[in-house]
């Protein structure tokens, strides 16, 4: 198979040697079902709560004391953000006026440049009778918090706010909204997981009370992900028949890939500062060097604070599909936005939300990168992306 270069981590990261090796001895041990309560079932049950706590730990979750936060593990981001967003709506309106069973319509908000996954289940409260209202925001990609606050009803009950979009890279005033919807008695979830294992990712500090995150982002085991909750706070569940992890999540639950997760997270925290100085110095480089050679060049979120391994970018009268199929055969592998919606030929929500041009709209890429790249790889990225451009503008 033809090597390529990999700027698609935002899709997913390449699982990490160690993680691979921990796995890969998690399965020698041969743990067994951590439900049972035999002493195999005890030990693996051991494991697997060490693991609970240290990713607690890791994401700055309350992890011992009367008001100790809750992490659920899950198959990974998209079913974290459901149980999130249905559950804690569900559980609000089970508990509504004392317990009555009459149905009590909730208002929610979700921002306008949020993931599928949260999109796709506040469709679903909408069709349960409930109602969605999306956040607006600016030309940066970044949530408009004055309009949030103007947009507040009497029955608002849940905010959804990303902490990092997926496709532009640009972070979002969770903490501010946070604050504001804590004073008011309003619930905040925030989908973290393309922050997670790239920046420092604080729990307790975001004052949020749910927070979404998954282990491929940040080269753990892909199918294995997780919803930490505020002390106290407890979502409906969306699947029963079992009584693991407080019956929030039921299933039996994979010591090893809960491993890997968790060893992927110690490496990020091993190495945050060089990591993020590292993918900055060469996301910051591609960009600079490619907008010199080609000054009609979009970087889209530029003015905002981003993740520092996120590449937006708008090619003059470059179809978009035509660039990743060219970028493609020169093995460059890069993405349109959303790995969920990569099959798509719609244009991308985040940026229309953007209120960007359809042009540039039309012909955005996104680059990410990882801690495995190299800066010899950016520099034959900046070639191949040359290159191509170069040949589209001779056609």
């Given at each position: 198979?033809?090597?390529?270069?990999?700027?698609?981590?935002?899709?997913?990261?390449?699982?990490?040697?160690?993680?691979?090796?921990?796995?890969?001895?998690?399965?020698?041990?041969?743990?067994?079902?951590?439900?049972?309560?035999?002493?195999?079932?005890?030990?693996?049950?051991?494991?697997?709560?060490?693991?609970?706590?240290?990713?607690?730990?890791?994401?700055?979750?309350?992890?011992?004391?009367?008001?100790?936060?809750?992490?659920?593990?899950?198959?990974?981001?998209?079913?974290?953000?459901?149980?999130?967003?249905?559950?804690?709506?569900?559980?609000?309106?089970?508990?509504?006026?004392?317990?009555?069973?009459?149905?009590?319509?909730?208002?929610?908000?979700?921002?306008?440049?949020?993931?599928?996954?949260?999109?796709?289940?506040?469709?679903?409260?909408?069709?349960?009778?409930?109602?969605?209202?999306?956040?607006?925001?600016?030309?940066?990609?970044?949530?408009?918090?004055?309009?949030?606050?103007?947009?507040?009803?009497?029955?608002?009950?849940?905010?959804?706010?990303?902490?990092?979009?997926?496709?532009?890279?640009?972070?979002?005033?969770?903490?501010?909204?946070?604050?504001?919807?804590?004073?008011?008695?309003?619930?905040?979830?925030?989908?973290?997981?393309?922050?997670?294992?790239?920046?420092?990712?604080?729990?307790?500090?975001?004052?949020?009370?749910?927070?979404?995150?998954?282990?491929?982002?940040?080269?753990?085991?892909?199918?294995?992900?997780?919803?930490?909750?505020?002390?106290?706070?407890?979502?409906?569940?969306?699947?029963?028949?079992?009584?693991?992890?407080?019956?929030?999540?039921?299933?039996?639950?994979?010591?090893?890939?809960?491993?890997?997760?968790?060893?992927?997270?110690?490496?990020?925290?091993?190495?945050?500062?060089?990591?993020?100085?590292?993918?900055?110095?060469?996301?910051?480089?591609?960009?600079?060097?490619?907008?010199?050679?080609?000054?009609?060049?979009?970087?889209?979120?530029?003015?905002?604070?981003?993740?520092?391994?996120?590449?937006n970018l708008s090619f003059s009268n470059v179809d978009r599909q035509s660039f990743l199929m060219a970028a493609d055969m020169k093995g460059l592998a890069i993405s349109t936005g959303s790995?969920?919606?990569?099959?798509?030929?719609?244009?991308?929500?985040?940026?229309?939300?953007?209120?960007?041009?359809?042009?540039?709209?039309?012909?955005?890429?996104?680059?990410?990168?990882?801690?495995s790249n190299t800066t010899e790889e950016i520099q034959n990225t900046i070639e191949i992306i040359s290159d191509i451009l170069n040949q589209f503008s001779e056609n």
């Amino acid at each position: 198979m033809k090597k390529f270069i990999y700027l698609d981590h935002n899709s997913t990261a390449p699982m990490l040697p160690e993680v691979v090796d921990r796995m890969t001895a998690c399965f020698a041990a041969g743990f067994v079902n951590p439900a049972s309560q035999h002493r195999p079932g005890q030990l693996a049950r051991k494991h697997l709560e060490d693991s609970r706590r240290k990713i607690a730990n890791f994401l700055g979750a309350k992890t011992s004391g009367m008001d100790t936060d809750q992490l659920v593990f899950t198959s990974g981001g998209t079913e974290s953000n459901n149980l999130a967003i249905l559950g804690l709506v569900n559980a609000l309106d089970s508990n509504e006026k004392n317990g009555s069973s009459i149905f009590s319509p909730q208002h929610i908000l979700v921002s306008s440049i949020e993931h599928p996954s949260v999109i796709g289940a506040a469709e679903q409260l909408v069709r349960l009778g409930h109602s969605v209202d999306k956040i607006p925001v600016d030309s940066d990609g970044v949530c408009c918090v004055e309009q949030l606050q103007s947009m507040i009803k009497d029955n608002t009950k849940l905010v959804s706010l990303m902490l990092a979009n997926n496709e532009t890279g640009v972070l979002q005033p969770v903490n501010e909204v946070a604050r504001f919807c804590r004073d008011r008695e309003i619930l905040c979830h925030t989908d973290a997981v393309q922050a997670v294992g790239k920046i420092p990712v604080h729990f307790r500090e975001l004052s949020v009370d749910a927070l979404s995150f998954t282990g491929h982002k940040f080269g753990g085991p892909r199918g294995i992900g997780g919803l930490v909750l505020r002390h106290g706070l407890t979502p409906s569940p969306l699947q029963f028949g079992g009584f693991q992890q407080m019956a929030l999540r039921p299933g039996t639950e994979d010591v090893a890939i809960v491993a890997g997760m968790e060893t992927a997270l110690e490496a990020f925290h091993e190495n945050a500062t060089n990591y993020y100085s590292n993918v900055l110095v060469m996301r910051d480089h591609l960009e600079k060097t490619l907008l010199s050679r080609f000054p009609d060049l979009v970087v889209n979120g530029a003015k905002a604070n981003r993740l520092p391994h996120v590449s937006n970018l708008s090619f003059s009268n470059v179809d978009r599909q035509s660039f990743l199929m060219a970028a493609d055969m020169k093995g460059l592998a890069i993405s349109t936005g959303s790995a969920c919606a990569s099959g798509s030929s719609e244009l991308s929500p985040v940026l229309l939300a953007m209120g960007l041009e359809k042009t540039i709209v039309e012909n955005s890429v996104r680059i990410s990168l990882g801690v495995s790249n190299t800066t010899e790889e950016i520099q034959n990225t900046i070639e191949i992306i040359s290159d191509i451009l170069n040949q589209f503008s001779e056609n």
